[in-house]
């Protein structure tokens, strides 16, 4: 998505970045604050003047680096987020970016370092984007706590989308039954105290909506969670990730989107476990087997439908 605005690669490339500019998003149905993220945006214009070599330089050395490639955010591909410095989070406006060569670039270096690619297809994405990653055989994103917020019904992944529980943005699944990042948002003024009953009925909602497809209790969080994985895993998702800290119930995100370092310490905080204690923790080991197990059967079943 970008780089440290007092970074290297600003400061060696002025004339690609936008300066008095930070990146963001707007306030949406996941985030009502709206989000900025601090860096400077490239310039579109200059990125095509140098033939884009600077955007597919930094694609190139990740994906020779890694075999799943997950691009943070993939409607910048059309259009980005700019706020200026010193306006609010819902001031910034939009400027458009040449998505036909950026997904040539993405694709192509994909292809180059045989990564496959995942896009970060959430919050505000403009139809261009669900049009495109299928044209381009990128996977999409489906996170059970949005799924679960949909009034009709919860929809299982498709093979079209990387299936997860949450993200880095949202909460981890213990905190999100009980809404711990209900408590914060307030605490960081990100949510009016007057819209939390409001906030605490649709969560409760959608937690409920949840359980009920999965034949799961909400105030069991170890087996909602056991159930979930298995359900994931059994879906024609290609890719099923559970977010780390889950597989111990952690319950306080370690990032709260709209809220800048100096408030609150988002990326700072140590995991309660070692690395060596989750290794060799039986409860990490219970919710792993599980969704592996499923993993098995759903392959096993993809198997005989081709055969």
Known sequence: MGVHPDGFDTWSRQALFAGGMSVGAPPDGGFPSGQDWGFSPVLPTASRQEGHRYIAASIAHQASLAGVLRVDHIMAWTRLYWIPHG?????GTYV?????????????????????????????????????????????????????????????????????????????????????DIE???????????????TVTERAEATARLARALEAKVGDPKHFL?????????????????????????????????????????????????????????????????????????????ARSTS
Not at 115 to 132: C, D, M, Q, R, Y
Not at 184 to 198: H, I, Q, T
Not at 272 to 291: A, G, M, N, Q, R
């Open 87 to 91: 306006m609010g989070l819902h001031q």
């Open 226 to 302: 056991v159930q979930l994985l298995e359900w994931l895993g059994r879906s024609d998702s290609p890719l099923v990730a559970p977010w780390f800290e889950d597989l111990w119930l952690e319950d306080r995100g370690v990032n709260l989107p709209g809220t800048p370092s100096h408030q609150r310490p988002n990326w700072q905080r140590p995991m309660t476990k070692l690395l060596d204690e989750i290794f060799t923790d039986p409860e990490v080991e219970v919710f792993l087997s599980c969704l592996h197990r499923a993993r098995a059967a759903a392959r096993r079943g993809a």
């Open 96 to 180: 458009s970016y040449p998505a036909d060569e950026l997904f040539a670039v993405l694709t192509l270096e994909s292809h180059r370092h045989k990564s496959e690619v995942v896009g970060e297809n959430l919050g505000t994405v403009p139809k261009e984007i669900f049009e495109a990653l299928p044209r381009h055989r990128i996977w999409g994103m489906y996170l059970a706590q949005f799924a679960a917020s949909d009034p009709a019904g919860v929809e299982a992944p498709t093979a079209k989308d990387v299936a997860l529980v949450g993200t880095h943005d949202t909460p981890p699944f213990q905190g999100w039954l009980t809404g711990t």
């Open 184 to 198: 914060d948002r307030v605490r960081y003024g990100l949510l009016a105290p007057e819209a939390v009953p409001a």
